[in-house]
């Protein structure tokens, strides 16, 4: 069966100081990823989503970005967090097939910025 | 007008009752439909996804989608305390997964 693995699960970070948060996924092949933030008591804001090794998609401006370098790993990441970034960043993953395949999300991580 | 249109709730049943979450969406063209439980801290967890016009049951959980009238549905039968979360309507639109803000869901004891 699939998993999907996010870490860390807390972090707690300065303003102005980068960030790399990681996903990978386990048991599938040539997954879609998607990195969510959800700020509280919000709706999940897609950031980014990829297709395949090095193709990414951004949805909004800011000063995240991602990266793909594995079939199976998504990585988010900042050269300097702002005060605004903090929230619960989700990654998820779903089947090779075009964007009307159910989408299964990590854990999370909960990121807070002081 | 929001791509993807819940009640923020909360909405408050008794244990036993049939709880009714609702979600209208704007892009008439849609053809996926997504229900998601979150419970509180934690990540959304898929629970239903429903493609065609009608009914769509597993357990407890029935999905009901009206495409004509832009509308889909969860119903929650024989609702228990462990229901208590906050449901999240996502519906492929333009080839992108919109996410409604999602209903509180509380069952009384």
């Known amino acids: 069966s699939q998993t999907i693995h996010q870490w860390p699960a807390t972090l707690v970070q300065p303003v102005g100081s980068p960030l790399s948060l990681e996903c990978t996924v386990e048991g599938t092949s040539n997954p879609n990823l998607y990195w969510y933030r959800q700020a509280a008591g919000r709706g999940l804001q897609l950031l980014f989503y990829s297709v395949g090794i090095g193709q990414i998609s951004s949805e909004v401006p800011q000063n995240l970005s991602a990266s793909r370098p594995q079939d199976r790993q998504f990585i988010l990441s900042s050269k300097k967090l702002l005060l605004s970034d903090s929230g619960f960043y989700l990654c998820a993953w779903s089947p090779l097939g075009g964007s009307n395949q159910p989408q299964h999300f990590g854990d999370g991580t909960r990121l807070s910025i002081l | 007008q929001k791509e993807v249109e819940q009640n923020s709730g909360p909405l408050s049943v008794p244990e036993g009752a049939i709880a009714s979450l609702n979600c209208t969406y704007s892009?008439?063209?849609?053809?996926?439909f997504f229900w998601y439980r979150q419970y509180s801290g934690k990540s959304p967890e898929l629970i239903m996804f429903i493609y065609s016009n009608g009914d769509k049951e597993d357990g407890r959980f029935t999905a009901q989608l009206n495409k004509a009238s832009q509308y889909v549905s969860l119903l929650i039968r024989d609702s228990q305390p462990s229901d208590s979360a906050t449901y999240l309507c996502a519906v492929v639109q333009g080839g992108k997964l919109i996410f409604g803000q999602g209903t509180e869901l509380s069952v009384k004891p």
């Open positions: 892009d008439r063209g849609s053809q996926s």
